[in-house]
């Protein structure tokens, strides 16, 4: 039995306007606030609740009130090539950071064929998939990647040392969705175990190791408690040890942390724990990357579109296992997902009651949610 999975539906007009809102009441400008919303709630739309409304009120409202967040960006060029850019986010908006970094890459990359715009000292910018996505929507490949928390531990370790570190890639086809790509390095990370918590699910075994070594299994919010007492640690891609390659996981995770820290001369590893020395909150100083390649530079976007139309198709037109309905690309289940979500977004009870308060506090009195009706 779930703690509640009573949820609600909430139309997208209203929990877009609404989050808008709450936003620009925290401090953060207007038209910052709309990117930060759409970011944020594209995530719900593609089903990835870790990233959505989920982590609305506890991710960017608490960090802005705790003053580890600054609700204003201010967006500085340290240093700019025709091809390339370093951005210094000073502790700003990381979505607002993200789309204008990914909107520069893609620029380059208009101009010159490929772009990357690199990061320091942002925050946590949201679903990594959604700046992918703005690349191949103007015909481009996308990658992007972003270190984190030090929450995982090395193949043979039981020490957080790094983030969850996404990389994420997407590609241009000719379907109606995108290949997209966005992926932790770890199995699962600190978003959906927060999200579990909520909902009452247990860790999946072998996702966490504790600091003896043994798979850390049982309730997601008693395995969270630990991580953020250093008692345990998530795991990479590969799970706990060498057998099943938890060494690639390892290795992919180095790989986003390098492009997250050395081109910028940024934070890594436990400097990103949000603490200083003394135990007391600070900035998290994350590292961002973000690559475009345009497809006209090279044989161009219809040929582009249409060979990797081609080449998932393919894939999918495989023999499947014999429990098995279908074969997935990346991005199809997302777009599927969000065709059946157009009535809105299904916000569970304890998300409930944290838009109700942020609304009470705001005195946003024109909002009344259909939980209360």
């Known amino acids: 039995m779930t703690k509640d999975n009573m949820t609600e539906i909430v139309d997208w007009e209203t929990i877009t ?3 808008i809102d709450a936003f620009v009441g925290y401090g953060v400008p207007v038209e910052d606030a709309k990117i930060c919303a759409d970011i944020l709630l594209e995530a719900d739309k593609r089903g990835i609740e870790s990233h959505g409304v989920n982590r609305f009120k506890p991710v960017y409202l608490d960090r802005i009130k705790a003053g580890i967040q600054n609700a204003f960006t201010q967006f500085e060029i340290i240093k700019e090539t025709p091809t390339t850019a370093v951005i210094d986010g000073h502790h700003g908006m990381g979505q607002v950071i993200g789309y204008n970094a ?3 890459a893609i620029a380059k990359a208009k101009e010159y064929g490929m772009g990357m715009v690199v990061v320091r000292n942002s ?5 990594a998939g959604y700046y992918a996505s703005m690349a191949t929507k103007a015909g481009c490949i996308g990658m992007t990647g972003t270190n984190a928390r030090p929450t995982v531990a090395p193949t043979n370790g039981v020490e957080g040392m790094f983030g969850t570190n996404p990389f994420t890639i997407g590609v241009p086809t000719d379907e109606p969705f995108d290949f997209n790509f966005d992926c932790a ?18 860790v999946p075994k072998g996702t966490i190791v504790a600091d003896d070594g043994s798979a850390v299994e049982g309730n997601a919010g008693d395995a969270l408690k630990r991580i953020n007492e250093r008692t345990a640690a998530l795991t990479t891609i590969g799970g706990i040890g060498e057998s099943l390659g938890g060494y690639k996981g390892y290795g992919f995770a180095l790989a ?10 940024g934070a890594y590893g436990k400097a990103l724990s949000g603490r200083d020395e003394n135990g007391n909150r600070r900035h998290y100083s994350l590292g961002h990357w973000f690559i475009a390649i345009d497809t006209d530079h090279f044989m161009g976007e219809d040929i582009a579109r249409k060979k990797a139309g081609d080449i998932s198709r393919s894939v999918r037109a495989a023999k499947k296992a014999p429990d098995a309905e279908r074969i997935y690309t990346a991005g ?14 299904p916000i569970n009870k304890s998300v409930q009651k944290e ?18 009706k």
């Open 332 to 345: 199809e289940k997302e777009y599927e997902i969000k065709l059946a979500r157009k009535d809105g977004v």
């Open 123 to 127: 925050c946590h910018y949201g679903i």
């Open 102 to 104: 990914m909107n520069m």
């Open 17 to 19: 306007s609404f989050v």
């Open 355 to 372: 838009i109700t308060a942020v609304r009470d506090e705001l005195k946003l009195t024109q909002y009344v949610f259909p939980w209360e």
């Open 256 to 265: 986003v942390e390098f492009l997250s820290a050395i081109l910028q001369d």
């Open 185 to 202: 390095t770890s199995i699962t990370q600190n978003g959906k175990l927060e999200y579990y918590d909520r909902i009452g699910k247990n």
